[in-house]
C-alpha cells in the first residue's frame, strides 16, 4: 500500500481513493475478467486484433497496482478452451501478442518482484508460446512478491476434470483406490491454483453479466464487481474504484459480520470524490 501511495501524486483522483482503503482489509487475490476487447474495436472500425493489442496496456496497469498495494495473487483470463472456435488469424495473433508482452514485461516483473505463473492446458498451446513462458517462468520463480497467474487455454470445467483425474491416479498409483475419500480439501489441493487463497474479487469488464467457466471452485465466495468499461479502457482508477466498493461490501460466507455500507453508498462515496476533484 505504501508504495502505491508514492506513486501517486498527492490530490489526484487515484491518490484519493488509496487513502480511503483500508490496508488490513485488501483482498488477497483479484481475479479478472479482461472483456470487451473485440466491442472496443468494433466501435472504432479496427480489426478485432488492434482490440487485444490495446488490451496489453491496462494489464501492466493492473499487475504494477496490484503489487504495489502488496496483494497476494492476481489472475487474468487471457485464453479459454472455448476461444479455439475463433478465427485462426485471430488466435495467430493473440499468441504473437503474448509473447510480445512477455518479452516486454520480463523487466518490469523482475523490478517489482512479481512471480509469474500460467494456469491451463498449456502442453495444448504452439511450442514458442510454452518455450516463452517457460522461460519467464524461470526467470521470475525465485521473486518472492506478487504472483501474477495468466489462464492460458483454461476452463474451470476442465480444472475440475484434471483435478479428479489426478486424484485418482494418484490414488491407483498408491494402491488406495477403493479407499479413497474425495473431500473440498482434496480437491483444491489438485487444482491449479493449488497453495493459493481463492479469490476475495473477481472483476468482469465490459458490463457482461456472467462468469464464463472461470474458476468456477475458486470464486464459491468471491465477491462479483461488473464495469462497463471495456477491457482497453480499464485504468488505475477503475481498479481503486473497484477495491474501495469490495472493501464496503458486507462479507458473510453465510454468517454475520459488521454492517457496512451498501454498494450504492460506497459507489456514492466514488461520485462524491469525483465532484470535489475535477479530472483533468
Known sequence: MKDLLKALTPGERDWRIATRLDPKRLPAHIAIIMDGNGRWARQRNYPRIMGHKAGVDPVRTVVE???QLGLEAVTLYAFSVENWKRPRHEIDGLWRLLRFYLRRELPNLMRNDIQLAAIGRLESLPSGVQDELQSVMRSTAQNRGMRLNLAINYSGRTELVDAVNAILENARLEGDLESLDITEET????L?????KDPDLLIRTSGEMRISNFLLWQIAYAELYVTDTLWPDFTRTHLLEAVFEYQNRDRRFGG???ACPS???ASLLIEEDALELPLA
Request: a neutral charge.
Open 187 to 190: 480437491i483444491s489441493s489438485h
Open 65 to 67: 497496482t496490484c503489487a
Open 192 to 196: 491449479y491454483t493449488a497453495g493459493l
Open 256 to 258: 454475520i459480520t459488521r
Open 263 to 265: 454498494s450504492a453508498e
